[in-house]
């Protein structure tokens, strides 16, 4: 519609800033929301984004503003200098009306935040929000954005997404710039996004991105691999996934992957040191946040020895993953949650009805692959008993996001023509 002239950047922005605020209302996402600035815009010269509104997690530092983290409302310091992905979304055009809500410090798998009041998950009300990017995956599943930017270190930007019927896509290590990022595990930390389609998603990844850097991909049938495990799946889960991978005529079907443990083992050491560096001056004065006493305190006491071994092996895991799985494949695919969407009561430390099961379960199969660092995207592929989707999670080699959301766009046309979760926002 900006393209052709049908509306103008103002006017989108406009209706995209009162649709934020309306939603803002319902499902508690925003921890604090900045006024629509058409400064420097050209109606006659659009840039790849140029009227769309956008919001992101609470993680990322705006021009003299350090982030909340969940903690608090963040603090005005002239100077800092906005982080990178914003201003290059900021040079695409995109505007950035708000900063979302996330949990603690990114210490958490759901969106509970004792600091704030709990964002709603838009599809069901006693619903988990998968964290830490919580805020961004209701803000777009509940049509506030587009889009949303939020970080994944080891399901961040997936487990949301699973939760709340999204694409969630992780990006290859590296491929986007962490400066202006606040950190939890460096090493295993990765800029992703949030959205409701797969073309939407390709929009923002291009802006987020320097020219070349993505491996371009043909639209020639996908050879895919899928791992679907024997053990650990509820059966409804696993008769969504074998479901879908019949219809992508799957070349091979794993039932067990060994080396799923040992690299889960490996991402666990290296996040619980990076974490406990991050935050150690908390953690020695005991004024660090339960979320992160549990994501980093083990970290004070694991051998130095064992974290510089993991991240020594680590090119050698990944040149063997690789070959293993994606040398004669394009896509991996496996789990993205191992049950259905649970109730946030379920997940939700404290609580009565808290089972750790199923909070351990959120992130069963996302943190290896942040040690990995390849690129993963979660899509939503069919619907539960409760009417809540069941996502699978794809997987490509490196810098080859393109092929994902490829993928992505040629599975999702039958969920959106079921699902309400799916639509578009209309201005």
């Known amino acids: 519609m900006l393209l052709r002239g049908e509306v103008s950047c103002s006017d989108a922005l406009a209706a995209q800033h009162h649709q934020f605020a309306s939603g803002n209302q319902k499902f508690h996402t925003a921890i604090t929301t900045w006024p629509v600035s058409l400064d420097g815009y050209n109606e006659n010269s659009l840039g790849r984004l140029s009227g769309i509104a956008l919001a992101h997690k609470d993680i990322f530092n705006t021009s003299g503003r350090i982030p909340g983290l969940g903690h608090d409302e963040g603090q005005a310091v002239p100077g800092t200098p906005i982080a990178v992905v914003l201003k290059r979304l900021a040079s695409h055009g995109a505007a950035n009306i708000a900063a979302l809500t996330m949990a603690e410090?990114?210490?958490g798998a759901t969106g509970y935040n004792p600091n704030f009041e709990s964002c709603i998950n838009p599809l069901h009300p006693d619903a988990a929000v998968g964290g830490s990017s919580s805020g961004s995956a209701v803000a777009v599943a509940g049509q506030m954005v587009y889009a949303s930017l939020g970080t994944?270190?080891?399901g961040s930007v997936r487990i949301p997404a699973a939760t709340c019927g999204l694409h969630g896509l992780k990006t290859t290590h590296g491929l986007i710039p962490l400066d202006g990022v606040y950190p939890l595990a460096p090493s295993l930390d990765s800029v992703g996004l949030l959205t409701r389609n797969a073309f939407d998603a390709e929009q923002v990844l291009h802006a987020c991105v320097l020219p070349g850097q993505l491996r371009e991909t043909s639209h020639s049938p996908f050879r895919v691999k899928a791992w679907i495990p024997e053990t650990g799946l509820h059966r409804g889960i696993e008769r969504a996934l074998s479901d879908f991978s019949n219809r992508q005529s799957c070349i091979e079907r794993l039932g067990t992957m060994p080396e799923h443990a040992v690299l889960t083992q490996l991402a666990e050491i290296v996040l619980h040191v990076e974490a406990a560096r991050t935050h150690r001056a908390a953690l020695l004065d005991c004024t660090a946040s339960a979320g992160v006493e549990t994501v980093a305190l083990a970290g004070l006491v694991i051998p130095a020895q064992w974290y510089e071994a993991a991240l020594a092996i680590r090119p050698h895991h990944l040149r063997t993953f690789v070959q293993k799985h994606l040398e004669k494949h394009d896509?991996?695919?496996?789990p993205a949650?191992?049950?259905p969407i649970p109730d946030a009561s379920k997940v939700?430390?404290?609580?009565?009805?808290?089972d750790v099961k199923k909070l351990l379960?959120?992130?069963?199969?996302?943190?290896f692959i942040n040690y990995l660092g390849l690129p993963s995207l979660v899509v939503p592929i069919a619907l539960d008993a409760r009417g809540l989707p069941v996502s699978v999670q794809l997987v490509a080699r490196p810098f080859h996001e393109l092929r994902l959301l490829n993928m992505a766009q040629k599975i999702a046309l039958p969920m959106r023509e079921q699902a309400g979760f799916l639509h578009s926002l209309s201005i």
Do not use: N, Q
Request: charged letters at 15%; proline letters at 4%.
């Open 337 to 339: 949650l191992p049950e």
């Open 105 to 107: 410090y990114a210490c």
């Open 348 to 354: 939700t430390t404290g609580d009565a009805a808290f």
């Open 152 to 154: 994944d270190t080891v």
């Open 361 to 367: 379960g959120l992130h069963r199969y996302m943190g």
């Open 331 to 334: 896509i991996l695919m496996m």
